[in-house]
């Protein structure tokens, strides 16, 4: 039986963290030691605003100071881990202790990321400088306008070196089985997931634009695969006939299949899902009307903005102009 805990976990918690995927890391770490027998994981709450931080659905949880944490006595952990975590409200977020914090546990090398959108504070103290990242997907358009220097990807988590990073959601609990895999072995991670009803280990592979296309999975698998190619080349001009003979079916059945499964057929999909990622651009970003236009694969801004006003019932800058002022 072990007597030294192989990594202690401090997260930090950002007012309106996501308590989802918070909970998901938390409950892995648990179930870990359950499962080890003795003292794997060690976890504490910390907080550089009150003692009590509320999580986006409005439950607190007692934290103790970062300095406390920082200045404690460790004699048997291996090592510490310091996750930053965060939620809707994560963006306008700015707490100069926690950043000169974060910056002096940096140059310490100890390993540090986030979870869901403590990214932005992550990126904010330079944490991402030099690897890849991802957030939540609502957040990535957003988050690739502030820091356009960083490799931020739509992937479901990323570790490389000793950083990491993750979607948010139930991500985090992928992300800390990664931690398992690699403290324990595979036949740990193999029980938690089986506990969780999780099957499926995600890891960098996966990426978010993904989910739409999982949702029909388990209806139709060329459905699946063109949804997920839809998803990866909305920028690029798209023609249906391609995308049907890469899944390996004809325009005429993949029409069939749109219809049957969705209601629509694939180019009024594919309309839907550029005005829908043209909406969050609006809102979270401050691009120019008809560069949104472009980066959401509408070759015109009189195109983007005819089918804009028939989908909305407002033109591209009314929406953002109405969405500014009830933020």
Not at 106 to 126: K, L, R, V
Not at 143 to 158: G, H, T
Request: contains cysteine; aromatic residues 10%.
């Amino acid at each position: 039986m072990s007597s030294v805990v192989k990594r202690e976990f401090g997260f930090v918690l950002v007012p309106g963290y996501s308590l989802l995927a918070l909970s998901c890391a938390i409950d892995v770490l648990r179930a870990a030691n359950q499962d080890a027998g003795y003292t794997v994981y060690n976890w504490k709450l910390l907080s550089a605003d009150d003692a009590l931080v509320m999580s986006s659905s409005g439950l607190p949880l007692l934290c103790q100071p970062l300095s406390q944490w920082h200045n404690e006595v460790v004699v048997a952990v291996k090592q510490r881990v310091i996750a930053i975590c965060g939620g809707d409200t994560s963006l306008d977020y700015h707490n100069y202790q926690l950043t000169q914090w974060l910056s002096s546990a940096s140059e310490q090398s100890m390993m540090m990321g986030s979870i869901s959108d403590g990214a932005f504070i992550a990126a904010e103290c330079g944490l991402f400088d030099n690897c890849r990242s991802t957030i939540h997907w609502k957040c990535l358009d957003n988050y690739r306008e502030k820091f356009p220097q960083l490799d931020s990807r739509a992937s479901i988590l990323e570790i490389e070196g000793n950083r990491f990073s993750c979607a948010g959601g139930t991500a985090s609990l992928d992300l800390f089985l990664h931690f398992v895999l690699k403290d324990i072995g595979s036949d740990a991670v193999s029980n938690i997931g089986y506990n969780y009803f999780h099957d499926n280990f995600r890891d960098s592979s996966d990426t978010q634009v993904w989910a739409h296309a999982n949702r029909y999975a388990n209806k139709n698998k060329m459905l699946n695969e063109a949804l997920r190619l839809i998803a990866l080349q909305l920028e690029e001009p798209l023609n249906i006939q391609d995308i049907a003979k890469q899944v390996g079916t004809t325009h005429r059945t993949l029409d069939r299949l749109f219809k049957r499964y969705i209601g629509l057929s694939p180019s009024s999909y594919i309309r839907q899902l550029r005005l829908s990622r043209a909406e969050s651009l609006l809102v979270q970003t401050g691009m120019a009307v008809s560069d949104v236009g472009l980066a959401c694969g509408f070759n015109s801004a009189s195109l983007f903005g005819r089918h804009f006003k028939a989908h909305y019932k407002l033109t591209p800058l009314q929406f953002r102009q109405q969405a500014l002022a009830l933020s």
